[in-house]
T-cell receptor, first 115, second 111 residues
Framework: GAVVSQHPSWVICKSGTSVKIECRSL??????MFWYRQFPKQSLMLMAT?????????EQGVEKDKFLINHASLTLSTLTVTSAHPEDSSFYIC???????????FGDGTRLSIL | GENVEQHPSTLSVQEGDSAVIKCTYS??????FPWYKQELGKRPQLIID?????GEKKDQRIAVTLNKTAKHFSLHITETQPEDSAVYFC??????????FGKGTRLSVIA
């Protein structure tokens, strides 16, 4: 149980393009979803936390107008990287949790490469 | 907010030897401490976790210890095998807060 599906797994696109990444909890209702970013040989850094039906809370230094997060249902959250540039190239991983004191379950990640 | 420090950043051991990775955390409210193994290009995989009401937990060759007073926890891998080679992350959180990760340890098991 507790499967989180993330799509796409790999995206290559030109600079200036907007990219949408989907994160779905397949067999549980995710009241909270988290988006992390991982640069090569670095750790997972939290970008934002989103609760279903509420605006996302962004970590310091993360541009909310560039990284649009939508959590419209208990099973789906999306991250849209708007006007992506090469410095946005990274591994993006979503994580979902069923409730307080519940473990976080991770998606397989999306490797984003901006040319 | 929570801050998690992890050491060492790299660790090489001979096959069959033990490996120990240590983490410290800053928020005394943290009560959940998972360890993840991440292979290149893949998501982190939970390998063991411990909650603050327990001092030690073991699962076959893997064990985790927690010292709440000192705010540190450690991962112990015994009888290491080449397939244990990966990057290991510790993390911490409490209740509603998101997991905060350490910077990772690259473990190499030399056959």
């Amino acid at each position: 149980g507790a499967v989180v599906s993330q799509h796409p797994s790999w995206v290559i696109c030109k600079s200036g393009t907007s990219v949408k990444i989907e994160c779905r909890s397949l067999d549980f209702q995710a009241t909270t979803m988290f988006w992390y970013r991982q640069f090569p040989k670095q750790s997972l850094m939290l970008m934002a936390t989103s609760n279903e039906g509420s605006k996302a809370t962004y970590e310091q230094g993360v541009e909310k107008d560039k990284f649009l997060i939508n959590h419209a249902s208990l099973t789906l959250s999306t991250l849209t990287v708007t006007s992506a540039h090469p410095e946005d190239s990274s591994f993006y991983i979503c994580s979902a949790r069923g409730g307080a004191n519940q473990p976080q379950h991770f998606g397989d990640g999306t490797r984003l490469s901006i040319l | 907010g929570e801050n998690v420090e992890q050491h060492p950043s790299t660790l090489s051991v001979q096959e069959g030897d033990s490996a120990v990775i240590k983490c410290t955390y800053s928020d005394s409210a943290s009560n959940y401490f998972p360890w993840y193994k991440q292979e290149l290009g893949k998501r982190p995989q939970l390998i063991i976790d411990i909650r603050s009401n327990v001092g030690e937990k073991k699962d076959q060759r893997i064990a985790v210890t927690l010292n709440k007073t000192a705010k540190h926890f450690s991962l112990h891998i015994t009888e290491t095998q080449p397939e244990d080679s990966a990057v290991y992350f510790c993390a911490a959180n409490s209740g509603n807060t998101p997991l905060v990760f350490g910077k990772g340890t690259r473990l190499s098991v030399i056959a």
